[in-house]
């Protein structure tokens, strides 16, 4: 990893990916600063920024399997921006899992080695 380059993981200690992710980073020699998203829910401007280094549809970045969504009564496949935003700030758990972010790029750990293009140097 270069020197200076901050690679945090926006983490969820009960996720199995989120662990395995975690665990590939160190052994790939990169210690992330870890977020936990859940205790340090993040802002509607961070989700923002996440959506806009992730490059995806905003229906990724949501997990439309959880309680929280279902009782939104939105649907994934219809979700705009604006949508996907309000409903992570208001319930983090929404948030898709785990998402690593460096050098204002970010990937989300789907498999885990979907971030190693990110981090490498």
Not at 27 to 46: A, C, M, Q, T
Not at 96 to 101: E, G, I, S, T
Request: with cysteine; charged share 30%.
């Amino acid at each position: 990893m270069a020197k200076g380059r901050v690679v945090t993981i926006w983490h969820n200690p009960r996720c199995g990916k989120s662990r395995e992710t975690l665990a590939l980073l160190r052994e790939k020699g990169v210690e992330p600063v870890v977020r936990e998203y859940l205790k340090e829910p993040p802002s509607k401007k961070e989700i923002e920024t996440l959506l806009d280094q992730l490059g995806v549809e905003p229906r990724v970045l949501v997990r439309d399997g959880e309680a929280e969504f279902k009782a939104s009564g939105k649907k994934a496949a219809a979700l705009t921006r604006k949508d996907a935003i309000e409903l992570i700030a208001r319930h983090p758990i929404l948030l898709q899992r785990p998402v690593v972010v460096s050098d204002g790029k970010a990937a989300i750990g789907r498999p885990p080695e979907a971030v190693l293009a990110i981090v490498r140097t």
